[in-house]
């Protein structure tokens, strides 16, 4: 892709208008007992109105997703990537994302960039990873691999996607929350 091409691309990326709720995760989590009164290692269950253990059978991959995306949007990632660890399904896209998520927030991005590319092998259409992906690479100076995301986001799910518009935002220079 041409750097003309990538502008070009940008340029109408920016006039889109974009919703601030879909499908694609675009709310913050639901801040729970995980991040404010749990101990590493445990996650807060609604049930039993107690924290249990991150590897207790009672906890499944949701649950551990959801903790782990609640707590790395808090800004405690190494207790987000101690239950991502703890998920049963390693090759789940959502955890692979947020363990992508997780590392690049780490600065670890090339880690990062494994972790998305191995969750987009799952699941190609999953445009959140795509978003991050994306987000990552603009931070590396990857303007071009940056915009080949959001044009995968826009061909896969449209324009009208929180994934879309905030990798948009990214490229444009805006400050993101994720």
């Not at 992508?100 to 927030?105: A, E, L, P």
């Amino acid at each position: 892709m041409t750097r003309l091409f990538a502008a070009s691309l940008l340029a109408l990326s920016l006039a889109t208008p974009a919703l601030s709720a879909g499908s694609d995760s675009s709310e913050p989590p639901k801040t729970t007992k995980t991040s404010t009164d749990c101990k590493s290692g445990e996650v807060w269950d609604e049930k039993t109105k107690t924290c249990l253990d991150v590897k207790s059978d009672a906890v499944t991959d949701d649950d551990r997703y959801l903790a782990a995306r609640e707590l790395a949007y808090d800004g405690q990632y190494d207790r987000a990537l101690d239950v991502l660890a703890a998920a049963q399904n390693q090759n789940d896209p959502r955890i692979l994302n947020y363990y992508g998520f997780t590392n690049r927030k780490l600065g670890h991005t090339e880690v990062a960039m494994d972790y998305y590319r191995a969750a987009l092998a799952i699941d190609p259409d999953y445009v959140l990873a795509r978003s991050y992906m994306g987000q990552g690479l603009m931070a590396e100076g990857d303007l071009v691999g940056a915009v080949e995301q959001l044009e995968e986001i826009r061909l896969r799910a449209g324009t009208e996607t929180w994934a879309y518009a905030s990798l948009r935002d990214a490229i444009a220079g805006a400050p993101t929350t994720w």
